[in-house]
Nanobody, 123 residues
Framework: QVQLVESGGGLVQAGGSLRLSCVTSGSVFSINAMGWYRQAPGKQRELVARITTAGNTNIADSVKGRFSISRDNANNTVYLHMNSLKPEDTAVYYC?????????????????WGQGTQVTVSS
């Protein structure tokens, strides 16, 4: 089992920055990919960024150039760095950990979710 705890959300003005953290615990050795999703009211959950243990990253087009993802393996933590925030970035952000096959994000043996952290960007 893997447990995920997100932090770092809050209220920020448009143009501001936030850094979200996701600390993992439990069977962390079994994780080979992690990502951040977001869900705004009335919208589907959207994959924002992902990273593998090999360090390969992928950023959604909607946030490319503004968001980045990184990991601190020593502390079992993944970060989402968000810059130049816009009101449309307002959402609950969720951390996801999974065991993927053949390097394919959607081909996961299992995954686990955090409880989410609210990000609100005011105009």
């Amino acid at each position: 089992q893997v447990q995920l705890v997100e932090s770092g959300g809050g209220l920020v003005q448009a143009g501001g920055s936030l850094r979200l953290s996701c600390v993992t615990s439990g069977s962390v050795f079994s994780i080979n990919a992690m990502g951040w999703y977001r869900q705004a009211p009335g919208k589907q959950r959207e994959l924002v960024a992902r990273i593998t243990t090999a360090g390969n990253t992928n950023i959604a087009d909607s946030v490319k150039g503004r968001f980045s993802i990184s990991r601190d393996n020593a502390n079992n933590t993944v970060y989402l760095h968000m810059n130049s925030l816009k009101p449309e970035d307002t959402a609950v952000y969720y951390c996801n950990a999974r065991r993927i096959r053949a390097g394919i994000w959607s081909l996961a043996d299992w995954d686990s979710w955090g409880q989410g952290t609210q990000v609100t960007v005011s105009s």
